[in-house]
């Protein structure tokens, strides 16, 4: 069975995180999220995953001590949801192909450094695309770079502003997250 670690950020509701763990538990996927990992005590996702009966582990010096954690827990796949730094190199090189995130826009537009939250939803309304969504793909060293693994798109109406755009995006990251998953495990297990 896949083993995976979550990482999740500082202030993330854990949506994403929650929406795999219980696609595990209910056996939709072929895999356990064996371990909850957030660089503070204070992420509020971390309480999610404890109701969850999920493992967490906030890490102090998260750059040093990440790597090391991953191994020891004998992780095969690693999904970033809501973290929204750039992950150590020795990290990314370790878990080249078999590591994940998730953007709420279709990159790669909508993409980079500072582009998160409702600035991602403000610049697709503001650059009138009558279409928007949600992608899945392989973590590297820059922000929102990596291959594209997998995306689902929704419209932007006429009358959405960034709140209603972002729920209805959001709707679709839960859906596509576990399908992309789903897409590595059966490429890679
Ligand atoms: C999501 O919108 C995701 O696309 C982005 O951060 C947000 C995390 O939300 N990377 P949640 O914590 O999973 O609810």
Redo the contacts with the bound molecule.
């Keep these: 069975m896949t083993r995976i670690a979550i990482i999740v950020g500082t202030k ?6 929650r929406s795999i763990i219980e696609a595990c538990q209910s056996g939709v996927l072929n895999a356990e999220v064996a371990l909850v990992i957030a660089p503070s005590e204070s992420s509020p ?1 971390l309480v999610v995953a404890q109701d969850l009966s999920t493992k967490t582990l906030a890490l102090q010096n998260f750059d040093i001590e990440l790597l090391t954690t991953l191994v020891r827990h004998d992780i095969d796949l690693v999904c970033l ?2 973290f929204m730094r750039l992950i150590p190199k020795n990290v990314v090189e370790a878990f080249e192909y078999r590591m994940l ?4 826009a279709l990159l790669p537009k909508y993409g980079g450094q500072g582009m ?1 939250g409702m600035k991602v939803h403000e610049a697709v309304i503001a650059s009138g695309d009558r279409e928007s969504g ?1 992608t899945v793909h392989f973590v590297t060293e820059r922000y929102d770079e990596g291959a594209i693994l997998h995306q689902l798109k929704c419209p932007v109406l006429a009358d959405d502003t960034p709140e209603s755009l972002s729920a209805r995006v ?1 709707q679709l ?1 839960h859906e596509c997250y576990v399908q992309a998953i789903q897409l590595w495990i059966s490429h890679n297990a």
Excluded: D
């Design positions: 993330g509701r854990g949506s994403n995180m996702a949801a809501g995130n998730i953007h709420p998160w949600c959001l990251e």
